[in-house]
């Protein structure tokens, strides 16, 4: 009887964490994450020394209404540290994107974005493809990043 409690304990566990695990990390439950990116995204301020076109740009970069990566959902798992966006810590940070996955993922940006070569992101972007406009927006923004 013991054996039967313990192995059904264990089995309640796994269950509830591979729930979890599928549930609200890959089938994109964090929508929590993204909702906190947008709120500090509102609260904080660029930077108070730059210029006003550097705020300006800044200002349009980060905006919650205007952000591709808000609305997409990739501040969910990815943060953009030299864009000061805030997001999940579950994927990379995509500050240095621009530049590194072709050297990782041996294509381009623009062609990773659309067939990637990762399992985590194939799944990700074959559930939400997108759209050639969509892809330019993330491609220029990810590029900006790569310049800060």
Same mark, same amino acid.
């Given at each position: 009887?013991?054996?039967? !409690? %313990?192995?059904?304990? %264990?089995?309640?566990?796994? =269950?509830?964490? $591979?729930?979890?695990?599928?549930?609200?990390?890959?089938?994109? =439950?964090s929508d929590e994450a993204a909702k906190v990116a947008q709120a500090d995204n509102?609260?904080?301020?660029? +930077?108070?020394?730059?210029s006003t076109e550097s705020k300006e740009d800044s200002a349009a970069t980060t905006?919650?209404?205007?952000? %591709? $990566?808000?609305?997409?959902?990739?501040? *969910?798992?990815?943060?953009v540290e030299s864009l000061d966006l805030k997001g999940g810590a579950t994927g990379?940070?995509?500050? &240095? +994107?621009?530049?590194?996955?072709?050297? &990782?993922? *041996?294509?381009? %940006?623009?062609?990773?974005? &659309?067939?990637?070569?990762? +399992?985590?992101?194939?799944?990700? !972007? =074959?559930?939400?493809? $997108?759209?050639?406009?969509?892809?330019?927006?993330?491609?220029?923004?990810? &590029?900006?990043?790569?310049?800060?």
């Open positions: 009887m013991q054996k039967a !409690i %313990i192995s059904f304990v %264990i089995s309640l566990v796994l =269950g509830f964490g $591979l729930g979890y695990l599928v549930f609200d990390v890959v089938m994109g =439950g509102k609260e904080t301020p660029a +930077a108070t020394e730059e905006s919650a209404s205007d952000n %591709i $990566l808000n609305q997409k959902g990739c501040l *969910g798992c990815h943060a990379p940070d995509l500050s &240095k +994107a621009f530049e590194n996955v072709e050297g &990782k993922h *041996g294509k381009p %940006i623009e062609e990773f974005l &659309k067939e990637p070569t990762s +399992a985590v992101m194939s799944s990700v !972007i =074959g559930g939400n493809p $997108l759209t050639d406009e969509e892809r330019t927006r993330v491609v220029d923004m990810l &590029k900006q990043a790569s310049e800060k």
